[in-house]
Structures are given as structure tokens and as C-alpha cells.
């Protein structure tokens, strides 16, 4: 049997050949975003399984649709928002999906274009998209363990209390990781300030942080 890393792989090979051939939002659909929900165990010609243009009214804007939705045992589990591999993935497309995801059961939300995947929840506020991602994946460039997190989300593992409890520590993470490589190319005051004391005996003043600043 194919394991997921192997299909990963196919779906890579797919995006690449995407990004030169599929001119619309429908071929990215059939070129990637497809076998992409059946590599994550969905069968994409069930509708118990797999919705299609499914409606979700948005207040007094009826007929909304969103691409897909994701069902398991009768529940909606995940909804898909799908826009052309030409397009960047941004606040647009996020706006959209942050109004269908509150009006569904839904706690997880996709927006991909073919070439990434951007996986939000609820991890701030209840039944409210967060307005970042807590996990981006990269069809054309990723690595062993990003691959792990992607299997997370495979219909045959998925279980959504441990997928949520992973998206904070994911949310956290990331925003650690961002900061702290902000503070080793350019540190700001602050950082200064706090190694500062762990390294120099005395007061930190103006002219010692900006004495610290390089070595930092």
C-alpha cells in the first residue's frame, strides 16, 4: 500500500505541473485540490463525503458558496476554499472563508490554491476563524515532518479535540519562531535589553545597549 509520503509526493508533481498548465480555478481543482481530498482518505464522488458547491447562507446574502465541504459521520468536519494556482493566497480569499466558516459546524477551514494549503480554526474565539493559519503547507516544498502534520488531517486519523489542541501549540509556535528570527537579524530595544541583563553586570543603559546590540 502507497504510504502518505509517497502520495505527497504525486500531489507535488501535480502542482508543479499546474503552476505552468491550469489557467483556471477549475483546473486547479482537477489538477491538484481533488486528488489532494483523496489523499486525505475523502472520495470525492460521494456526496456523503464530499459536497461540491456547497450553500451556506451568510446573513442577508443567500446562495454563498464554498467549494467544498468535508463530511464525516454525517458532520461537516472541514470546508475547502479553492482559488486558480495563479492566484496569491491573501486577505480577499481569507475574508470570503472567514464567512462561510461561523455559519457552519465546521471547526477547520482550507483555503489552497494549488500550490499551498492554509489550514485554519477556532483557536481564539469559538465558532470565529482565526485570522492566521495555525498551519500552512507548501505542495512543492516541504519537508518530513511538515508531511507528518499534513496526515493529521487524513479522514482515516482525523480527530478534531487533538487537531485543535495541535493548532495553539502550532499558532504559538510559529509566532515564537517568527519573533525570534526577527530579533537574530535586526534586535529591537527590548530584546537588547533582555539578554542585556543576562549578560552585563549593571544597569542597561542607552549607551551599553547600543555597546550590546551587535554582539547580540
Known amino acids: 500500500m502507497t504510504n502518505f509520503s509517497e502520495v505527497v509526493e504525486a500531489l507535488s508533481a501535480r502542482s508543479k505541473m499546474a503552476e505552468r498548465q491550469a489557467l483556471t480555478e477549475e483546473a486547479t481543482k482537477t489538477a491538484v485540490v481533488m486528488p489532494f481530498l483523496q489523499a486525505l482518505g475523502f472520495d470525492v464522488f460521494n456526496l456523503e463525503e464530499v459536497v461540491p458547491e456547497f450553500i451556506a447562507d451568510v446573513g ?11 463530511k464525516i459521520d454525517g458532520k ?17 480569499q481569507y475574508s470570503q472563508l472567514f464567512r462561510y466558516f461561523h455559519v457552519t459546524e465546521a471547526r477547520l ?3 489552497t490554491n494549488g500550490r499551498e494549503a492554509w489550514f485554519f480554526s477556532d483557536t481564539d474565539e469559538p465558532n470565529k476563524m482565526d485570522k ?25 486519523r482525523f480527530a478534531i479535540d487533538a487537531i485543535i489542541e495541535a493548532a495553539s501549540n502550532l499558532k504559538y509556535t510559529s509566532a515564537a519562531a517568527a519573533y525570534l528570527k526577527r530579533q537574530m537579524d535586526e534586535p529591537d530595544d527590548d530584546f ?6 543576562q549578560i552585563h553586570e549593571g544597569s542597561i543603559t542607552k ?5 550590546l546590540k551587535p554582539a547580540i
Open 60 to 70: 442577508v446574502k443567500k446562495g454563498e458558496k464554498v467549494d467544498f465541504a468535508l
Open 76 to 92: 461537516i468536519a472541514m470546508l475547502v476554499e479553492v482559488k486558480p494556482i495563479s492566484c496569491k493566497l491573501g486577505d480577499t
Open 109 to 111: 477551514a482550507i483555503l
Open 132 to 156: 492566521k493559519p495555525f498551519f500552512t503547507f507548501d505542495f512543492q516544498k516541504h519537508d518530513a515532518a511538515q508531511v507528518e502534520e499534513l496526515a493529521r488531517f487524513q479522514k482515516g
Open 192 to 197: 537588547v535589553r533582555l539578554i542585556g541583563r
Open 207 to 211: 549607551a551599553v545597549a547600543e555597546q
